[in-house]
C-alpha cells in the first residue's frame, strides 16, 4: 500500500473542472438525505449542493445525481428526510456517498426513527421532512425543490462542513 501526499485520482493542474472547482470554494454544511422506509426500500444520499429558500412554506432546493439510488426512491414516493450532519458522521457522509466502505450497508451504520417521509437519522438534532415540488434536469444533476413540511432546529455545535473536496473541522468554521 501506497501513501499519497495528493489525492491519487486527482486531474493534472491544467485539466481540472473549472465549474467544478468553483463550486468546491463555496462549501457547504452536508446533510443527508433520506427516502422510502426503514424497512421496506430505502436509499440515501449525503448532500452538500443544497440551499433554503424562505417562504411559506419554505422551500429546499439540491441537486441530486440523477444516477443515485435517492434520486429514484424520492421521486417515486414525492417524500423524503433531511438531516444535517455532525463531525463525527463523516463516515457515515462517506459511506451515503460511496466514497468508503461501509461492511453491510451503511443503513448498518447508525440507528434510524421510521417517519412517513422515510428514515430519520436518531440522532439528528436538526431535520426536516420533505415533499417533492419538482425536477428538472440541470446540467449532469436534477434540481430538485421540495417544501418543507415539519422542521426541527436543534443545537448544532460541531456541524460536518464540506469544503475543496474535504471536511472542515468545526473549530476551523
Avoid at 486531474?11 to 457547504?28: F, T
Amino acid at each position: 500500500m501506497t501513501i499519497h501526499t495528493t489525492h491519487p485520482f486527482l486531474e493534472p493542474e491544467g485539466e481540472r473542472d473549472p465549474v467544478r472547482r468553483l463550486r468546491g470554494r463555496l462549501g457547504g454544511t452536508v446533510s443527508l438525505w433520506t427516502a422510502g422506509s426503514v424497512e421496506g426500500t430505502r436509499a440515501g444520499l449525503t448532500v452538500s449542493s443544497w440551499m433554503v429558500a424562505g417562504g411559506e412554506p419554505g422551500r429546499v432546493l439540491a441537486l441530486l445525481d440523477p444516477d443515485s439510488d435517492l434520486a429514484d426512491v424520492l421521486l417515486e414516493t414525492g417524500r423524503g428526510v433531511l438531516q444535517l450532519l455532525t463531525w463525527r458522521d463523516r463516515d457515515l457522509a462517506d459511506a451515503f456517498a460511496g466514497v468508503a466502505p461501509a461492511p453491510g450497508g451503511p443503513w448498518r451504520m447508525a440507528e434510524w426513527v421510521a417517519t412517513d417521509h422515510g428514515p430519520r437519522l436518531a440522532h439528528a438534532t436538526t431535520w426536516a421532512t420533505l415533499e417533492v415540488e419538482s425536477d428538472v434536469e440541470v446540467g449532469w444533476s436534477r434540481l430538485v425543490t421540495c417544501t418543507l413540511r415539519e422542521v426541527v432546529v436543534g443545537d448544532e455545535t460541531d456541524p460536518l462542513f464540506h469544503r475543496r473536496g474535504r471536511y472542515v473541522p468545526p473549530a476551523a468554521i
